[in-house]
């Protein structure tokens, strides 16, 4: 017999989906590093280019800057998550001494949230009763709980480095391209780096909710005016020294 499915069920392929990935720690890095090497080496490249007229130290500042810019965004993306991945092991073993020292009071405590998220009281001392049967599984829901840390699944400081490396070094190679092509104006770099700015704020808004349009030109502003304050400033001083 073909059993029907029940019309006031809701259908499992309609709820039934899955996110992506905003915990893993690679996912800031990368798309942090992406503009912060556009925008920060767009910029470098203009100020220099306001102080000299000479290409030679403009591609030399470009790559300087490239090398520099990328592995101090790695180094400081991997003290940052490491940190941040050691805290949370330290609150994690805390809550595990927490449980073997007290593990009534931790599972009272447990169903009392239960409690607080509209689960009935007997039914929620029976859901912390399992779960303290298993002394990892009661210390991953208490993380959960208490400090919204997903214990399985903490950031990795090698994934945030080497996405912000790669993602910083793409970024800032894009201004660079004319100059290394042997191109001696700079209307090609400015261009570029402007199309490039635009489609990375569009393509970010891919994993948002803002509309393409609108992440592309708050970054395409964003990036313009770094890199047209810094011609200024590198033409004040250019003037100032010759």
């Not at 499915?5 to 992506?20: A, C, F, K, N």
């Not at 965004?73 to 020292?101: C, D, F, H, P």
């Not at 931790?106 to 929620?124: I, N, Q, R, S």
């Amino acid at each position: 017999m073909t059993t029907l499915p029940d019309p006031q069920l809701p259908d499992p392929d309609e709820i039934m989906h899955e996110h992506p990935d905003v915990t893993g720690g690679w996912l800031r890095p990368a798309v942090f590093g992406a503009m912060d090497g556009l925008v920060s080496n767009f910029a470098l490249i203009m100020g220099v280019t306001g102080g000299s007229s000479d290409p030679e130290p403009v591609v030399i500042a470009g790559l300087a800057g490239l090398a520099a810019g990328a592995f101090s965004m790695a180094a400081g993306e991997y003290t940052s998550v490491a940190s941040q991945r050691e805290l949370a092991q330290e609150q994690v073993g805390i809550e595990r001494s927490e449980i073997l020292r007290n593990a009534a009071g931790e599972e009272a405590e447990l169903a009392a949230m239960f409690v607080d998220k509209g689960v009935e009281e007997h039914l929620a001392r029976q859901v912390a009763g399992q779960i303290h049967q298993d002394l990892e599984t009661a210390v991953a829901v208490h993380a959960q709980e208490e400090m919204g840390l997903d214990v399985d699944d903490l950031a990795s400081p090698w994934v945030a480095a080497l996405s912000s490396f790669f993602a910083f070094a793409v970024g800032a190679v894009i201004p660079l391209l004319p100059l290394i092509l042997g191109v001696t104006s700079s209307w090609p770099t400015i261009v570029l780096s402007l199309v490039a700015l635009f489609a990375c704020g569009a393509v970010v808004t891919r994993i948002t909710s803002r509309t393409w349009w609108y992440g592309g030109l708050r970054q395409l502003l964003l990036g313009g005016a770094a890199a047209g304050l810094t011609y200024a400033i590198g033409e004040a001083i250019g003037t100032q020294i010759s």
